[in-house]
């Protein structure tokens, strides 16, 4: 009989242990139970069976206004949008599916076309439900990640759907008029989505797809009911929804309101998450995408007196004024963005920070904490790593080894002198210096 021998069993538990704790991978967080302001036709919200958690990233604020913002979004105006949602409302009810709803696709497609951008179908199929989105594209002079301004053209049965959301189509299409000669940084993609009112459809196939393709996108900018107000105040007011990845987009917006406050004159309302409009299709895979939102619910809403005489268009202009300025800020320049790439178990924690951006990051570091477990010998920190400059598509990679047994929290630290700070927080099972079920938070 063959001795078997305690070193032998000890190298073998070594063995299993690496094994397993190398086939951890980013586990997505737990999303907070939905909530909506702006339910689509009320029907429940059922998130995809595999959701992505995808690189997050955060970029340096706005600090100036600039001279060629200021001219162009004084000529979005309330004889722009007024145009558009004429257009879009005489088509009555635009229900997913229907000849009106096809005839106003026909109409977006068209009206792109006529801007001499480049403009596709995006067909999808959900069961017996068939549609399309409409999806212009404005080229930009690099190859960094894109910019999304959209809404949804669709509505519920009865309704004209003027403010839900023919206001947030309309400064689509007043984005992409004013923009069609302009040469931003990045690629700007202007796309109306259809089938929001059955529970995110159109855009849920959307976002899947450039997933699936790996495409990288900067930031969506979802405009969905912007131009309802009953009160002068009201009208000063637009809220913002975002979740913890995006919240930095918000405060960019906000951040630029105050810029161009003269011209735009609305207060941001940073109103936290809810998953009640195309924004969060894109949330579901691993995208930062805001939600922007009239600050007076429309009284309105899902009724056959959603129509132009009850919206309030000046607000409506100095709104899509906000997103229009926000997203030519965001698309005008090259970005250093810092992504955090992989988080990994193991032998300790790695983790590894890749510069997705367009621009060069000015000494970025990266650091990693352990904190100690119940029965942890010593907890441990990386240390700092830095270089002088990370250009685009260059990495960074740190460990951190501790020694103990028990559940560890883990915090990954990168920033740079032209970057905001981003910080991400992960748990595991700590088994003497192996980390084991690395969770990202």
């Known amino acids: 009989m063959k001795t078997i021998s305690f070193k032998g069993i000890i190298s073998t538990l070594i063995i299993l242990i690496l094994f397993l704790s190398f086939s951890q991978t980013i586990t997505a967080q737990t999303e907070p139970t939905p909530w909506a302001v702006h339910n689509p036709v009320d029907v429940p919200y059922t998130r995809p069976t595999t959701p992505v958690q995808r690189p997050t990233a955060k970029i340096m604020q706005p600090t100036s206004s600039d001279p060629y913002i200021v001219d162009l979004i004084q000529h979005l105006n309330e004889t722009l949008l007024l145009g558009y949602l004429q257009n879009l409302t005489s088509f009555g009810p635009r229900v997913t599916g229907t000849t009106n709803c096809t005839a106003a696709a026909a109409y977006l497609y068209a009206t792109f076309q006529t801007m001499g951008l480049s403009v596709r179908y995006r067909n999808w199929t959900d069961g017996s439900l068939s549609a399309s989105n409409i999806e212009a594209t404005l080229p930009g002079t690099s190859t960094g990640p894109l910019l999304i301004v959209c809404g949804h053209y669709d509505s519920v049965p009865t309704s004209p759907g003027a403010d839900d959301d023919g206001s947030g189509v309309a400064t689509v299409l007043a984005a992409a008029h004013l923009l069609k000669d302009a040469q931003l940084n990045h690629t700007v993609r202007f796309v109306c989505f259809s089938g929001e009112e059955q529970g995110l459809i159109g855009s849920h196939y959307y976002a899947e797809d450039q997933a699936l393709h790996n495409v990288s996108i900067l930031a969506a900018l979802n405009a969905d009911m912007i131009a309802y107000t009953e009160t002068h105040d009201d ?150 790593t830095f270089i002088v400059n990370l250009q685009p598509g260059e990495t960074v990679t740190q460990r951190c080894i501790s020694l103990g047994i028990g559940t560890v929290d883990i915090t990954i630290t990168a920033t740079a002198e032209n970057l905001s700070t981003l910080t991400r927080t992960a748990t595991a099972f700590e088994l003497g210096p192996f980390l084991l079920k690395l969770t990202v938070s």
């Open 235 to 384: 009208g000063l007011l637009g809220k913002i929804y975002y979740d913890d990845a995006s919240q930095w987009i918000c405060n960019y917006a906000a951040n630029i309101s105050l810029l161009y406050d003269p011209y735009i004159g609305i207060q941001v309302v940073p109103s936290g998450y809810t998953w009640g409009s195309d924004h969060n299709s894109f949330w579901d895979y691993g995208y930062q995408a805001i939600f922007c939102h009239e600050f007076k619910f429309n009284a309105y809403y899902h009724s056959s007196n959603d129509t132009i005489a009850h919206m309030n268009l000046t607000y409506h202009a100095h709104f899509a004024r906000l997103i229009l300025a926000t997203l030519i800020d965001l698309a005008a320049q090259p970005h250093p963005i810092l992504t955090l790439t992989s988080i990994k178990g193991g032998l300790g924690c790695t983790a590894t920070i890749t510069n997705t951006g367009d621009a060069p990051a000015t000494n970025p570091s990266l650091n990693i904490e352990i904190s100690p477990g119940a029965f942890h010998l010593y907890g441990a920190s990386s240390g700092t």
